[in-house]
């Protein structure tokens, strides 16, 4: 038996296949290529010879690596050992807490002082699972900044990935990351 090989269709063909039957040029190929490539998908060669096909491999770009920071940046932040949730808005609301903390502490707020933002109630952050955190100024203050330099490391490493002459394939991996 003879086996063939269509550039046109990218498919074998055993047995007694022509151009004509096939309505396509074919080329003659051997019985251990033929088991070879089978079942494959197939791709021609810069001689109209069967080769396998290989997809090319995904390259990380610049987009990439923003999309990973983002994911990163909003996927929250650790303070003080709690999780605290950090989307824009969140990252907004921190800042504005923060800002009012500095206030706090500029007229006089002392450490410990629950009651700095309001008389009548302790102030406490939200965690992302939904437990109460109670705050000080200060501890406000530097919740606000701890926020920023998180997001600003972020930044960074994810500067640092795409100033590299190829970014790593693993760039989502913790390593890359602070």
Same mark, same amino acid.
Do not use: H
């Given at each position: 038996?003879?086996?063939?090989?269509?550039?046109?269709?990218?498919?074998?063909?055993?047995?007694?296949?022509?151009?004509?039957?096939?309505?396509?040029?074919?080329?003659?190929?051997?019985?251990? /290529?033929?088991?070879?490539?089978?079942?494959?998908?197939?791709?021609?060669?810069?001689?109209?010879?069967?080769?396998?096909?290989?997809?090319?491999?995904?390259?990380?770009?610049?987009?990439?690596?923003?999309?990973? /920071?983002?994911?990163?940046?909003?996927?929250?932040?650790?303070?003080?050992?709690?999780?605290?949730?950090? /989307?824009?808005?969140? /990252?907004?609301?921190?800042?504005?807490?923060?800002?009012?903390?500095?206030?706090?502490?500029?007229?006089?707020?002392?450490?410990?002082?629950?009651?700095?933002?309001?008389?009548?109630?302790?102030?406490?952050?939200?965690?992302?699972?939904?437990?109460?955190?109670?705050?000080?100024?200060?501890?406000?203050?530097?919740?606000?900044?701890?926020?920023?330099?998180?997001?600003?490391?972020?930044?960074?490493?994810?500067?640092?990935?795409?100033?590299?002459?190829?970014?790593?394939?693993?760039?989502?991996?913790?390593?890359?990351?602070?």
């Amino acid at each position: 038996m003879e086996y063939f090989f269509c550039a046109a269709t990218r498919g074998l063909y055993p047995g007694n296949a022509t151009g004509d039957a096939i309505g396509q040029p074919v080329v003659k190929i051997t019985k251990e /290529r033929y088991i070879e490539l089978a079942g494959k998908q197939l791709d021609v060669d810069e001689d109209g010879n069967p080769i396998e096909f290989v997809p090319p491999s995904f390259r990380a770009g610049a987009a990439d690596v923003d999309a990973e /920071r983002d994911r990163r940046i909003d996927g929250g932040i650790e303070f003080q050992g709690v999780t605290f949730q950090s /989307r824009a808005t969140d /990252r907004e609301n921190i800042a504005g807490a923060a800002q009012l903390g500095f206030m706090a502490v500029v007229s006089g707020a002392q450490p410990g002082d629950l009651r700095w933002s309001n008389a009548d109630v302790d102030f406490a952050w939200i965690a992302s699972d939904n437990s109460l955190v109670p705050m000080d100024a200060q501890t406000v203050v530097a919740f606000g900044k701890a926020a920023a330099e998180r997001k600003q490391a972020l930044i960074f490493a994810a500067r640092q990935l795409k100033d590299m002459e190829s970014i790593p394939a693993d760039y989502t991996d913790d390593k890359w990351w602070p």
